[in-house]
């Protein structure tokens, strides 16, 4: 158990839709990252957040946005949302914001857009 | 192509020493994590390694890094049927760089009895 915790485990909506998916991480890690496995694109980079603010930017579509609230959960949110958009989607947490400090991943939501 | 590179598979007998390797493309890759991902499961860090470092031993597991060649690898002794999974190497750049970890498309180990 990495102690991140993803909710909810699966999720089955359809084209066009809006879902929010949430992370808990680690006691005492300040830090969330968001990443999209998919089998074509693989484990990609979405966004982090560092104590409530956003930090880095990675492959992340418009349609989607994330942010981290003071009790350092953060949401995921996927809006108009298309079938390639299905996917399994980790969040990590890490004590710091420096890239040596080790990420640790939550099970993930599988995303299944009908 | 790719910025990190790896087999998509490796077979190796139950008892034998499975070696997993890895190649990267920036040469400012300075951390350089190995992950595992059993089916249905999230991604557990396995072990890490620094580009200050050329050899870490944590167990049954070894990681040694060549950073003239680019070159990584993951090499699980004594390898068990629970060994069976994904392998992802992922790695970052400078610490104050601006990107999450980059990773390969993953090993997937398969044990023969």
């Known amino acids: 158990d990495s102690g991140v915790t993803q909710t909810p485990k699966h999720l089955i909506t359809a084209t066009g839709q809006r879902v929010t998916l949430r992370c808990s991480p680690r006691?005492?890690?300040?830090?969330v990252y968001w990443y999209q496995q998919s089998l074509d694109q693989g484990l990609q980079f979405l966004i982090q957040?560092?104590?409530?603010?956003?930090?880095a930017k990675g492959n992340i579509l418009e349609r989607f946005s994330a942010q981290q609230f003071p009790d350092l959960h953060s949401e995921l949110n996927l809006s108009s949302l298309e079938l390639g958009d299905s996917a399994l989607y980790f969040c990590?947490?890490?004590?710091?914001?420096?890239?040596?400090?080790?990420?640790?991943f939550g099970d993930g939501t599988r995303l299944s857009i009908l | 192509g790719e910025d990190v590179e790896q087999s998509l598979f490796l077979s190796v007998r139950e008892g034998d020493s499975s070696v997993i390797n890895c190649t990267y493309t920036?040469?400012?890759?300075?951390?350089l994590y190995w992950y595992k991902q059993e089916p249905g499961a999230g991604l557990q860090l396995l072990t890490y390694?620094?580009?200050?470092?050329d050899m870490k031993q944590d167990q049954r597991l070894t990681v040694l890094l060549n950073k003239k060649d680019k070159h990584l690898s993951l090499r699980i002794a004594d390898t068990q049927t629970g060994d069976s999974a994904i392998y992802f190497c992922?790695?970052?750049?400078?610490?104050?760089?601006?990107?999450?970890?980059?990773f390969g498309k993953g090993t997937h180990l398969i044990i023969q009895p």
């Open positions: 990590a947490s890490s004590v710091g914001q420096r890239r040596d400090q080790p990420q640790h």
């Open positions: 006691s005492g890690d300040l830090s």
């Open positions: 957040y560092y104590n409530g603010e956003e930090r």
């Open positions: 920036d040469s400012s890759s300075t951390y």
């Open positions: 390694i620094f580009s200050n470092m």
């Open positions: 992922a790695e970052t750049r400078d610490p104050g760089g601006a990107d999450g970890l980059t």
